[in-house]
């Protein structure tokens, strides 16, 4: 199994807060990527980051931050959790262009009350 | 409007049975993947298919990427309890991976 690793797993957490998860990978792959899974819509990419501080939006980033201090962490913030971002949200990894092998996280149940 | 449908979206089977799952676009993909996902899991890779009219195999399963590269079928011959999950269908486009599109997903239930 690839290394990584989603923390937390579970979160439940009050409108307005602020909200860090955390993907953590051991491979040294170049690019990550942080998706949120939803009935009736699939995996849609929210950011994704091909180095250290490098990172662009995906299709559904309103509302989301990242950064890329270190290869092996990849964090996505939500500045002010709303109700719409209860999701599951996955991490994913690639070790390099051209690779069609993704691997992907556990996941981080996130609910907003 | 997703970019990629899958059907069917629910399907439950007695084991033994056959089954094909469609993924369809409009779209043409440079690459297309299926994945399997269980319950409180990420998604893993089943296969990636390149060539438009590819067949692959995996065991029971026959994976066929369409002539124009626009759609792929996942075949499963006689179905166990085992491949019960999640299945994914996911389209690359030109651009590189983050242009990676998912299908909503088939949920298949294998009944004993």
């Known amino acids: 199994d690839a290394g990584i690793t989603q923390s937390p797993r579970h979160k439940v957490t009050e409108t307005g807060t602020p909200v860090t998860l955390r993907c953590h990978q051991t491979?040294?792959?170049?690019?990550m990527y942080w998706y949120r899974q939803d009935p009736g819509h699939g995996l849609r990419l929210i950011h994704y980051?091909?180095?250290?501080?490098?990172?662009d939006k995906g299709e559904v980033s309103d509302g989301y931050s990242v950064s890329r201090s270190k290869t092996e962490d990849f964090l996505l913030t939500l500045e002010s959790a709303t109700s719409s971002q209860t999701s599951v949200y996955f991490c994913?990894?690639?070790?390099?262009?051209?690779?069609?092998?993704?691997?992907f996280g556990q996941g981080t149940r996130l609910t907003v009350v | 409007t997703q970019l990629l449908e899958q059907s069917p979206q629910f399907l439950s089977i007695q084991e033994g049975e056959n089954l094909t799952v469609y993924c369809n676009s409009s779209?043409?993909?440079?690459?297309l993947q299926w994945y399997r996902q269980e319950p409180g899991e990420g998604p893993v890779l089943l296969v990636t298919?390149?060539?438009?009219?590819e067949v692959k195999k995996l065991k029971r399963l026959t994976f066929q990427f369409g002539d124009a590269r626009k759609d792929s079928s996942l075949h499963i011959t006689a179905a166990q309890p085992g491949d019960t999950g999640l299945y994914l269908c996911?389209?690359?486009?030109?651009?590189?991976?983050?242009?990676?599109?998912f299908g909503i997903g088939t949920k298949l239930q294998v009944i004993p």
């Open positions: 994913a990894i690639r070790a390099r262009t051209g690779d069609t092998e993704a691997f």
């Open positions: 491979e040294n792959h170049r690019y």
């Open positions: 980051s091909y180095g250290v501080k490098d990172t």
């Open positions: 779209s043409v993909f440079s690459s």
């Open positions: 298919v390149v060539t438009g009219g």
């Open positions: 996911a389209g690359e486009l030109s651009g590189g991976y983050q242009k990676v599109t």
